[in-house]
């Protein structure tokens, strides 16, 4: 069995990441870690206890919507069923 450790960092893809900083930093006081590597994309690392928390800009993720899912309880069996919109 594999039991948790601590967490060492936390990566969070975000499309306005510029919007976020100030959020971090001027509202919630965080401050970027200096070690941060010179990526060839905006974001940034702040420390989170012993762990950290990643910002990274990246391009807006378009998520596929999938039908609403129902589910039918009788007192033989389970059935779902997909409805399509």
């Not at 969070?12 to 919007?19: G, H, L, T």
């Not at 401050?31 to 070690?35: S, T």
């Given at each position: ?29 965080f ?5 941060r ?49």
């Open positions: 069995m594999i039991r948790p450790g601590r967490l060492h960092h936390a990566a969070f893809r975000v499309a306005d990441f510029r919007s976020l900083e100030e959020i971090y930093e001027e509202l919630l006081g401050r970027p870690l200096p070690q590597p010179n990526f060839p994309f905006a974001g940034a690392w702040y420390g989170l206890g012993e762990g950290q928390l990643h910002l990274i800009q990246s391009a807006p993720m378009v998520i596929p919507s999938t039908p609403p899912i129902r589910t039918l309880r009788s007192r033989s069996r389970t059935t779902k069923r997909r409805r399509k919109c």
